[in-house]
């Protein structure tokens, strides 16, 4: 079984020329966890990984794996698994090649590209030249690559993107297997909804800095109340008077600081006839979009 | 992470694509085609006398067989070129630095192995002039003049030209990532502007010895005989410098392009 292994970002930041990228971002990744990391497109989500993983020189801060930065791991393979979301062949190579190229350099012994192919799905066309692979395929071949050592910690850039249902059910129980296993799983994504089933804790971040850091339960899920009467003007003025915060849609007045029931006696004090009553949950998804900024926007 | 397990990574990364071999074909085939062409038109076998430049009996197998080298240079240094910039192309840099993330240490390992591969490049040329030449030699009933130690020695010095100017290219790569622009780099170099340069340089004479600087002038010194030479076109005025120090000035091109491969594209930002 692998170190268990944790994940230490601090104060890390990244300029492209004056464009900044990421800012004194600094965030924990637990072993046994699988950890969300999250964050629209373009917030600093792979340029973050990328620092990780020394690909990226950062402009300030440290990225460590148990205190020890990427390049200065003595068997980087076995120690961390990446799959990038970038795909990284020559389509020339078949998959077979193309992992065992990687064996050799890291002193992997080969008879794990076979076993991490088969593990993967790909088993039936480890010979077939990668510049004929689907997405789908493309995508386990990445997976593929990060298994190769048997890490102690994963980081999986978008591994969701281009699978198919089946292949999505299969990444998020792989996802929870492995974290089961007491590995450290990182996964980025742009949407909540795609890993909101397999994650324990979030990270968010939003124009290259932290937003929230925590488990699902703690993203803020407020419950609004949706109610319309046939006298809207009416309904208008009680709320009005009871102090009621609100906002008026086409479908209906959108109570946010009250429960059902305190609105339905408000009307009923005031006589209102009411044709709509309803709570509405806000969802982790609508959670999420406020936390990055994007729930306001039309 | 030893050495040797990235040179053979190194190996591994050109054997399992086809270019290497698509290359090597070509080299061996093209040499072959000069060197018999040359070897009937030098010999006598076709066209008088008097519209060939004439050259001496005894060094016409040399000059034959080094088309190897003198045309043939332009294959490791493409080898080496596009080990580099396939990388950059086909984003497996990626993977790479993953699997070692001490940079240096990739382009060492990658220096090594291609030049073992510019070495292979260099026993097939030399398979395919002394092949032709000699064959076109037995039957213009010339002496091959293969029995002569020093022509061996010569086949010696070529295997490592070829060596060298596989290294070059890894340099050129590091140096001009792009691989289109990699590629018109070294075809408009090799091609036009170093023959241009060195027949102004043989022209000139402040210049005649600058000419000796340029990386095909010093793997003809390094080989020892060139076709470009005995042409006349290099040689005015020019010190036709030691072969050994041919070498060096070749060995010196390699090295200053992976240094600034290095400093420049190598370490950046992987993205």
């Known amino acids: 079984m692998p170190n268990r292994t944790t994940i230490e970002i601090r104060g890390l930041s990244k300029d492209f020329g004056s464009v900044s990228a990421v800012s004194d971002l600094s965030f924990t990744v637990q072993p046994g966890t699988v950890t969300g990391f999250l964050g629209p497109n373009g917030a600093g989500k792979t340029t973050t990984l990328r620092m990780l993983l020394g690909l990226v020189r950062p402009t300030s801060g440290t990225a460590t794996f148990g205190g020890t930065s990427y390049r200065d791991l003595r068997a980087p393979l076995a120690t961390v698994g990446t799959a990038l979301e970038a795909a990284s062949f020559h389509p020339g190579r078949s998959a077979r090649n193309h992992l065992s190229i990687y064996a050799t350099a890291a002193a992997i012994p080969q008879a794990r590209v076979g076993a991490v192919l088969e593990q993967v799905g790909l088993g039936a066309y480890v010979d077939r030249r990668v510049g004929g692979y689907s997405l789908g395929m493309r995508q386990r071949l990445g997976l593929a690559l990060a298994l190769l050592g048997d890490p102690g910690v994963l980081v999986l850039d978008e591994p969701v993107n281009g699978l198919d249902p089946e292949g999505i059910r299969w990444i998020r129980t792989f996802m929870r297997e492995l974290a089961a296993e007491g590995r450290t799983v990182l996964v980025s994504s742009h949407l909540l909804s795609e890993v909101q089933q397999s994650v324990d804790r979030l990270v968010v971040i939003s124009k290259g800095r932290l937003v929230y850091e925590g488990g699902l339960q703690g993203l803020d899920t407020e419950t609004r109340v949706a109610v319309d009467s046939p006298d809207r003007g009416m309904l208008d003025a009680a709320l009005l008077a009871a102090g009621a915060e609100f906002t008026s849609t086409d479908a209906g007045l959108i109570v946010s600081s009250m429960t059902a029931a305190e609105v339905g006696a408000i009307a009923q004090r005031s006589g209102v006839a009411l044709s709509l009553l309803q709570t509405q949950q806000g969802g982790l998804e609508q959670a999420f979009l406020d936390l990055v900024g994007e729930g306001s926007q039309p | ?271």
């Open chain 2, 1 to 271: 992470m030893n050495v040797f397990a990235l040179i053979r990574a190194e190996f591994q990364k050109v054997l399992t694509t086809r270019i290497w071999w698509i290359l090597l074909l070509v080299l061996v085939v093209y040499v072959a085609m000069l060197a018999g062409f040359l070897g009937a038109a030098f010999g006598g076998s076709f066209g008088s006398a008097s519209e060939v430049p004439p050259v001496p009996t005894e060094q016409l197998s040399a000059v034959i067989y080094s088309v190897a080298t003198a045309i043939g240079y332009v294959f490791p240094l493409m080898l080496g070129t596009l080990s580099v910039t396939g990388e950059f192309r086909h984003q497996t840099l990626t993977p790479t630095f993953l699997a070692t993330p001490r940079r240096g240490r990739v382009l060492l390992a990658k220096i090594v192995a291609l030049s073992v591969f510019g070495a292979i490049y260099g026993v097939g040329a030399l398979i395919g002039s002394i092949g032709a030449g000699a064959g076109v030699f037995a039957i213009t009933d010339l002496d091959n003049g293969l029995g002569d130690q020093d022509l061996w020695l010569l086949f010696a010095r070529s295997v490592l030209a070829m060596a060298l100017w596989a290294a070059i290219g890894v340099g050129v790569g590091a140096l001009v990532p792009n691989q289109v622009a990699a590629i018109v780099i070294v075809l408009a170099f090799t091609q036009f502007v170093e023959p241009i340069l060195r027949t102004v340089a043989s022209f000139v004479s402040w210049a005649a010895d600058l000419g000796n600087y340029l990386p095909g002038a010093a793997g003809d010194a390094l080989v020892g005989a060139s076709i470009y030479g005995s042409l006349g076109m290099a040689a005015g005025e020019a010190t036709v410098v030691e072969w050994w120090q041919g070498g060096l000035i070749l060995a010196a091109y390699a090295v200053v392009a992976t240094v600034l491969g290095y400093l420049i594209a190598w370490r950046s930002d992987v993205t």
